[in-house]
């Protein structure tokens, strides 16, 4: 009779388990996005600065007495690999040759970062009494480009991406201090980017100035042919745009 209990005691347990979620899944959502990110650019990502990271991700999310094992390492089926130093190594000389014939004015960067604008604090000063009720966590989202060029004399109108075409906020308002666009997800895609990048080649011709724009290389940044006065050069994978530039610009000057 007790084995009988045990196996239906564990049956359940393990029932439980399987539909449990995750005690921080905040974190582990945010630690996982960041390590596709970077791999995605071939970074090499230690287990220490896994770690780390889920720590600094766990003290912006107010989450004490939080640490990282190896079994979140291992549930989402990571695995350590060597990382060929010629392929992850960047060229600054290639990345020289693209800086000569312009002045720090012509050098730009771009680049997207989101705004989770109605997540709030997971802590409250209460009363000892004071029942705190946890809620769903917001995942509401905007999408901002924000860029500008190397001596910072041209700091460009945001790129502010929602998810509507109309937003009540906007009612009564002619003039925005940004460009505005829209999809389901609030995402960028590369429509948006083809054209944000052509109006950005309109402006430059119509200035007369010729301009290299630094971007990362990942998907939603295709390619943009016929452009008359931009040149874009998509970022080695292994490097961040202003590392890369500076130690070019050493080389050049």
């Known amino acids: 009779e ?3 209990e045990a196996v239906v005691d564990g049956g359940t347990a ?5 539909i449990c979620a995750p ?11 960041w390590f596709v990110a970077a791999r995605e650019k071939n970074i090499p990502v230690s287990g220490d600065l896994l770690k780390s990271k889920a720590e600094q991700f766990a003290r912006s999310l107010d989450i004490e007495n939080f640490k990282c094992s190896n079994g979140w390492i291992n549930r989402h089926k990571m695995r350590f690999k060597t990382i060929v130093g010629e392929k992850a190594s ?5 990345t020289s040759n693209w800086l000569k014939n312009y002045s720090m004015r012509d050098l730009y960067n771009v680049d997207e970062t989101g705004l989770f604008y109605q997540l709030l604090s997971r802590k ?3 009363s000892s009494d004071d029942n705190c009720a946890g809620t769903k966590r917001s995942k509401q989202q905007i999408t901002l ?3 500008t060029n190397m001596d910072r004399s041209d700091r460009m109108l945001p ?6 075409g109309k937003p009540r906020c906007f009612k009564n308002v002619n003039v925005l201090p940004l460009t505005y666009q829209y999809n389901s997800k609030a995402w960028m895609m590369a429509e948006i980017w083809k054209e944000w990048v052509k109006n950005f080649d309109e402006k430059m011709y119509r200035q007369q100035q010729k301009v290299a724009l630094f971007v990362d290389n990942c998907p939603t940044h295709p390619k943009v042919t016929g452009l008359k006065a931009v040149t874009v050069h998509f970022l080695p994978p292994s490097s961040t ?4 530039v500076r130690k070019a610009w050493e080389q050049v000057t």
């Open 2 to 4: 007790k084995s009988r």
């Open 159 to 164: 790129l502010f991406i929602g998810k509507f």
């Open 14 to 18: 393990a029932a439980r388990k399987r």
């Open 124 to 126: 409250t000063l209460a």
């Open 145 to 147: 480009l924000i860029g």
């Open 90 to 94: 960047v060229d600054y000389k290639i």
């Open 241 to 244: 745009t202003m590392h890369l």
């Open 23 to 33: 005690e921080h899944e905040d974190i582990e959502e945010a630690i996982h996005h």
